[in-house]
């Protein structure tokens, strides 16, 4: 028997499955309430500052229409009256989907440990889906519009023809409504950011009618002021629904980055109930080598690009972010399993050193010194025996592919190595992990290099043992 021996210890399938079942948060139902109450008040937060915008808007608004003439004023009326039906079905349309996503964040937290089921997926679905039928309401509402916006102003336009009796009058009334629609649109919109260059063809548009009116050429003016009139309405307009649709795609952003974050953070440091009243505590983060901290930053950054009511991201771009964050919910559950199970990896570690102290201890072993290396519980476990003949034996469990699956490693420091007797006792050894009804060992394996001999010495220094620090992972 070699002085450097191993096998392959592996936790039979029905007791993995057994442990983690059994491994329960302890605080299951106060975390669920948490995430949300907290989802709720975020909501809540998000809500408040939209309705804040809104009213700022709606107050230029009105001290716009203060500033129209009579005529300019009916013409608002008009079309606004129109405007705001479709504008409160298309919001409906908005609210719905914003609704359905609620439900599936919320119904989300109920999993908290457990991967996303059918009918959830099923769910994100059908609020997916209404993004599809929103874009079909925006460009009908806009052709709708379009149409009684003409109209509208074809009725504005004769009402002129009647109370003005010179064509320089009238190229007049058209050049001043179009520059007041074109001032308006300046202050109250983001033209530059939903509809770039329109703005500088509108005013490209007054130059020409003011240098036609400058000319004489009165009737040229009254068509390209008239023309201009009417595209800066329909720009208005459009402009209206392209920032209720961003700002509506932006919220579902900011809601999925909020509940991402929230989930992450609540999952950050978890207590679980063991079999009888033993209990487990797992720092995601540190189980998982950093991956933790890596998503949060990731899914912090996502959230910072969204909370942004200025953003100048697209709604598209919103919608791409929205899906991201979303995945980084089913990762961050993916990395509360690996944590768990990566822990309780370590604690049958342990427990493997302690069945081998306890046979090793009837054969005349004593304990000498043990220590998971470079102190960290994520790596092998060492442990150091001693009997009264000076013989040394050095145990290494080391963690190997899968999750329970550890390397065993039998390291021989014999006075005068005996194959027979070394052959023996790792036979008992393996009699007696496997007794436990946990475990199952594979065949034994010696390294030639050391048969006959004994283990490199190297490996009795369990100072070198706790000095063997690992890289940390690179963020």
Request: net charge negative; charged share 30%; glycine share 4%.
């Amino acid at each position: 028997m070699s002085g450097r021996t191993y096998a392959y210890v592996q936790m039979r399938q029905d007791r993995v499955d057994e442990l983690t079942r059994q491994a329960r948060r302890t605080d299951e139902i106060e975390a669920r309430n948490r995430l949300l109450n907290q989802q709720q008040q975020a909501r809540e937060a998000q809500n408040q500052q939209l309705r804040q915008r809104l009213a700022d808007n709606e107050a230029r608004y009105e001290r716009h229409v203060q500033s129209l003439g009579q005529e300019m004023k009916v013409l608002e009326q008009n079309t606004r009256a129109r405007f705001e039906q479709q504008r409160k079905a298309y919001q409906k349309s908005l609210e719905e989907s914003a609704r359905q996503q609620q439900q599936y964040t919320d119904q989300r937290v109920n999993q908290l440990n457990d991967q996303i089921q059918r009918d959830l997926k099923q769910q994100r679905k059908e609020y997916l889906d209404l993004f599809k039928v929103q874009e079909r309401n925006f460009q009908e509402a806009l052709q709708q519009q379009g149409v009684v916006l003409q109209a509208n102003i074809d009725t504005l336009a004769a009402q002129i023809r009647q109370r003005l009796d010179s064509e320089q009058a009238i190229a007049d009334t058209w050049i001043a409504h179009l520059k007041q629609e074109i001032a308006f649109i300046r202050e109250r919109y983001r033209h530059e950011q939903f509809t770039p260059g329109e703005v500088a063809r509108l005013e490209n548009r007054l130059q020409l009618a003011n240098s036609n009116r400058a000319q004489g050429i009165y009737q040229t003016a009254i068509g390209t002021g008239q023309e201009g009139f009417l595209q800066a309405r329909q720009l208005r307009e459009q402009l209206e629904l392209m920032e209720m649709h961003w700002e509506h795609c932006r919220q579902l952003a900011h809601e999925s980055a909020t509940a991402a974050l929230l989930l992450l953070d609540e999952h950050k440091q978890i207590d679980y109930r063991l079999e009888g009243d033993q209990t487990l505590q797992v720092e995601v983060d540190y189980w998982t080598e950093g991956q933790w901290q890596i998503l949060h930053d990731r899914v912090s950054g996502l959230q910072q690009q969204v909370a942004d009511g200025q953003s100048t991201l697209t709604a598209d771009q919103f919608r791409e972010l929205q899906q991201t964050v979303e995945q980084a919910n089913d990762q961050t559950l993916a990395l509360v399993a690996t944590a768990k199970v990566a822990a309780l990896s370590s604690i049958k570690r342990r427990d493997i050193q302690d069945i081998i102290l306890e046979r090793l201890a009837e054969m005349g072993f004593a304990y000498q010194d043990s220590s998971y290396e470079g102190e960290d519980f994520r790596r092998a476990l060492h442990l150091k025996l001693r009997n009264g003949n000076g013989d040394e034996l050095v145990t290494v469990v080391t963690p190997e592919g899968e999750v329970f699956n550890n390397r065993l490693t039998f390291n021989f420091f014999d006075q005068s190595p005996n194959e027979q007797v070394r052959d023996e006792r790792l036979n008992l050894l393996r009699q007696h992990i496997e007794s436990e009804g946990e475990m199952t060992v594979g065949s034994m394996q010696c390294e030639q290099a050391y048969a006959g001999d004994n283990a490199p010495e190297a490996l009795r220094d369990f100072a070198q043992v706790r000095a063997n620090h690992k890289p940390q992972a690179v963020r």
